[in-house]
């Protein structure tokens, strides 16, 4: 996994692992932080100006099937 993740992203895999000392646990659960802050954020953006119960969850749809289709990583 972490030679994979390395290649992935153009490092070595010990570098990796200087950034992560308690290892992969560590590194799916920074991983998983940061999809969901993402997603959080997008969901924020998106029902800024709706007013109407409908247009909240025509909003949210939008941004998850969106996500969905446009982000493979979003597929956890």
């Known amino acids: 996994m972490m030679r994979m993740l390395g290649r992935a992203v153009n490092v070595q895999a010990p ?8 290892g992969r646990d560590e590194i799916v659960v920074e991983s998983l932080r940061w999809s969901f802050h993402e997603f959080g954020t997008a969901l924020l953006e998106a029902v800024t100006d709706a007013v109407t119960p409908r247009e909240h969850w025509d909003a949210i749809v939008r941004v998850h099937l969106g996500r969905q289709l446009q982000l493979p990583e979003s597929s956890l």
Do not use: G, M, N
Request: charged share 0%; with cysteine; glycine share 0%.
């Open 15 to 22: 570098s990796i692992c200087a950034h992560f000392p308690q």
